[in-house]
């Protein structure tokens, strides 16, 4: 019998997909993962004919072998059935399911019924055999069933060390069979597998309302930076002046060079009470005028606001753009978890 492998696998995809592809993950157990471009049966049954088939693709439509395929051919052909996957999802939280056949739909196979996003939006295949709605194409392309194993667990409570470090990776998919018995604990263990959840949890709210009180909007942007560096990202923070209002606003860039020169664009607020959707507005207005310079890399943009919350508005807005909101105990939360030793406070 084929030894089962052990996945990490992100399904938030491309432009506007996460809306989409959340509702695939919860409503239907189906996982995705975007490159639409090539989600077609010609370009499908050469893809996972075998290993120079799927480069040669690449090659042909002037891609060179970019190193983010790899996270597409891990999707193709080494998920089995009967694997475990482990997906990261937002709030602290993942869920782990198994991989229910070895059927690889693309975006001519796909039932596209179950393109609506959590708007209750429909998207259609275009003529260009794209998935598009009222904002424009989306960046889906191929799809897999899942079974549900155990869903929207606490990172802090049930994610052993090693898998709680594991998922702070930000490339889309790997192999971490190696922590099999780690996320064998966290479908097994009915009660939190330590103490360090309570710990960070009870420190995390003496140091959100600390950051609130002590520090301003600099200190912030200083705490934020020194946070990216410490994961590994080269950090730059660009000039106040750099970008016009109209141009949107972004307070720290984040590339992770180990990573494909995956980049988090970062708005940073020093709010107390609610934090406004006027945030989301300028970093989303930044990525779109800056667009032509960020092409060559995966992007995420966030928003880290010592704020208590986001207003109801903000939380939609940043559904509808893919923003990650990051509130003040949240941001807490990932200063602890990172360690103390070397805080720039």
């Known amino acids: 019998m084929e030894e089962k492998n052990y996945w990490l696998h992100r399904c938030k995809c491309g432009d506007h997909a996460w809306p ?10 189906i996982i995705s993962i975007g490159w639409s471009d090539l989600s077609d049966q010609n370009f499908h049954k050469r893809l ?20 983010n395929r790899n996270n597409l051919w891990r999707f193709l052909k080494e998920m089995k ?80 060390q090693k898998l709680y470090s594991r998922m702070k990776i930000m490339t889309t998919n ?24 309570a710990f960070i949890d009870e420190s995390a709210k003496v140091l959100s309302q600390q950051m609130r009180e002590l520090m301003n909007d600099r200190k912030i942007e200083d705490l934020v930076r020194w946070y990216m560096e410490s994961l590994g990202a080269s950090v730059d923070v660009p000039a106040k002046n750099s970008a016009s209002t109209e141009d949107g606003d972004t307070d720290v860039i984040a ?6 020169n995956h980049t988090i664009l970062i708005q940073v607020k020093a709010h107390s009470g609610n934090t406004d959707s006027w945030a989301v507005e300028q970093i989303t207005s930044y990525a779109k005028t800056f ?21 109801d508005d903000t939380k939609k807005l940043a559904k509808e753009e893919n923003v990650y909101l990051v509130d003040g105990l949240t941001f807490a939360k990932m200063l602890i978890d990172n360690g103390f030793y070397s805080f720039p406070l």
């Open 291 to 311: 667009e032509r310079s960020l092409e060559d890399r995966s992007t995420q943009l966030w928003v880290i606001s010592t704020c208590d919350d986001f207003t």
């Open 255 to 260: 590339t992770f060079d180990k990573l494909n």
């Open 48 to 67: 996972i004919k075998d290993r120079e088939s799927f480069e040669k693709v690449f090659e042909e439509i002037g891609w060179g072998r970019p190193r």
């Open 20 to 29: 989409f592809t959340h509702e695939l993950l919860t409503k239907h157990n």
């Open 174 to 197: 790997a192999n971490i069979s190696d922590l099999a018995e780690d996320v064998g604990l966290a479908i097994e263990k009915k009660e939190p597998i330590n103490l360090r959840a």
């Open 81 to 160: 059935q009967g694997d475990i996957v482990v997906v990261p999802l937002d709030g602290g939280e993942f869920s782990i399911y198994q991989i229910t056949d070895n059927v690889v739909f693309n975006n001519e196979t796909f039932d596209q019924n179950l393109w609506v996003n959590w708007n209750g939006k429909q998207a259609v295949l275009n003529k260009n055999g794209y998935p598009e709605y009222e904002h424009g194409e989306i960046d889906m392309g191929f799809y897999r069933k899942v079974t549900p194993i155990r869903l929207n667990i606490s990172r802090n409570e049930y994610a052993t």
